[in-house]
């Protein structure tokens, strides 16, 4: 692990005082993406950057209509926009439409630094979605009222449910799209394609979901491609997800203000600025998306939380952990366009 988390750490070296657009590239890409698929391009341009969709990385199996796509480039906006802003750059980030979609990301020198994102660009390289079983502990009241201004901020709606009687009925509907997924061929395969049984396996491909970020076994690629199968079980899926849910202090949905491309790019904004700050806060995330990514799911949810016609975006549990190994991002010569 020592070649592995010597990476990990460089991707995640502190900022310099002032930064070049690579730089600013290099802190965005440590946004959450699903899968760790990291399906963004930056095109470098005079006056700020486009961050484009990298369709190549699309997951269509788990995310047909490209939401998670789009919310990962949100992610990867604010990200940016933050660290940009922390180094004196003012940054204006807006979802632009036309061909494939993209992310219009304006700099320009000189802004003031504002003080309440001071902890949220510190929170930048230490943010993580862990993927554990959490103490149980519950969450102070201020820091869920902080992650709901900080998703406000992107007119996204974050709900937050404690209470026992609302976990459980959103927990059924985790493990009932969790279950239709593993029953189908296509998921599982799309799945099994971004995973990463080895250090040696994750350090050569820089994305994808390594074994070790999970707390499961590491093991030779070849070796873990066929126990896969024999160990991805619904069974032993669905009371590790059942544990983990009761292990955190509650669960959290995301709802923007409209469906497509900008409201996705809105929720993905909402969603890295509220993990930033409950990072901040000393609080541990990670994504239960299954009953928003599966539609008969979508509309359970709907119903539950009296969301009318919106859309929710995107579904997380929070609680008190410690961190797991970090995942790794590709180079920045490698996501880097130039204009």
């Known amino acids: ?193 971004w995973l990463r049984f080895s250090a040696k396996d994750a350090l050569a491909r820089r994305d994808g979901l390594y074994a070790a970020c999970a707390g499961n076994p590491t093991l030779p690629s070849w070796i873990g491609e066929r126990i896969f199968p024999l160990v991805f079980r619904k069974r032993s899926e669905t009371d590790k997800l059942v544990r983990q849910i009761r292990s955190s202090s509650g669960l959290m949905v995301l709802v923007a203000g409209e469906d497509g491309p900008a409201g996705f790019v809105a929720a993905g904004r909402a969603y890295q600025r509220a993990a930033l700050q409950a990072t901040a806060d000393g609080l541990k995330l990670a994504f239960l998306n299954q009953p928003v990514e599966v539609p008969a799911q979508r509309a359970k949810l709907r119903t539950l939380l009296g969301l009318g016609d919106r859309r929710p975006n995107l579904v997380l549990r929070v609680g008190h952990a410690p961190a797991m190994p970090r995942s790794l991002r590709r180079p920045v010569e490698e996501v880097v366009v130039a204009g």
Request: with cysteine; hydrophobic share 45%; net charge negative.
């Open 1 to 193: 692990m020592s070649a592995y988390d010597e990476v990990a750490a460089a991707e995640r070296a502190p900022l310099s005082p002032t930064p070049d657009q690579r730089e600013l590239v290099r802190y965005a890409t440590l946004a959450a993406s699903g899968h760790n698929t990291q399906p963004w391009r930056f095109r470098l341009r005079a006056g700020g950057l486009d961050i484009e969709p990298d369709l190549a990385r699309r997951t269509p199996a788990v995310d047909p209509d490209d939401h998670h796509l789009w919310a990962s480039l949100g992610a990867a906006a604010e990200a940016l926009s933050i660290a940009a802003r922390a180094r004196g750059t003012s940054a204006e980030a807006a979802f632009v439409a036309g061909g494939d979609g993209r992310i219009a990301v304006d700099l320009a020198p000189g802004a003031t630094p504002p003080r309440e994102e001071a902890r949220l660009f510190e929170a930048i390289p230490e943010r993580q979605s862990t993927r554990s079983d959490y103490d149980g502990r519950p969450a102070a009241v201020n820091a869920i009222d902080r992650m709901v201004a900080a998703a406000a901020l992107h007119g996204v709606e974050l709900i937050y449910l404690s209470h026992p009687t609302r976990v459980e009925q959103l927990c059924e509907l985790i493990v009932a799209g969790n279950a239709a997924q593993m029953d189908d061929p296509a998921f599982v395969d799309e799945l099994k394609a």
